[in-house]
């Protein structure tokens, strides 16, 4: 069982993600078609990661979009993912 202080670091992690990705892309001009979302998810071995999902007005800009996210997070991450439609 999560204890409020657990869930609280829990969402100041997600809602983190979020805002650093939706300031990343608006600094760069892509249109999201709704808010950017992000949730944990665990791969095969059992890390924990972050899946961040962006929806945009243009999709034909998904590449652009997953390079800025990319660099500003550091890199690709085995345990994170970026869905971008």
């Known amino acids: 069982m999560r204890t409020c202080s657990q869930r ?8 983190g993600a979020v805002a650093i990705t939706t300031e990343v892309l608006a600094r760069r001009r892509f249109a999201l078609a709704e ?3 992000a949730r944990f998810q665990t791969d095969e ?21 997953r390079k800025a996210i990319t660099e500003r997070f550091g890199g690709h991450s085995r345990c994170d993912s970026v869905v971008i439609w």
């Open 35 to 37: 808010p950017v979302a």
């Open 8 to 15: 609280s670091k829990t969402n100041a992690i997600l809602d």
């Open 45 to 65: 071995r059992g890390s924990t990661g972050i899946e961040i999902t962006v929806r945009l007005k243009d999709p034909t800009r998904a590449a652009a979009a």
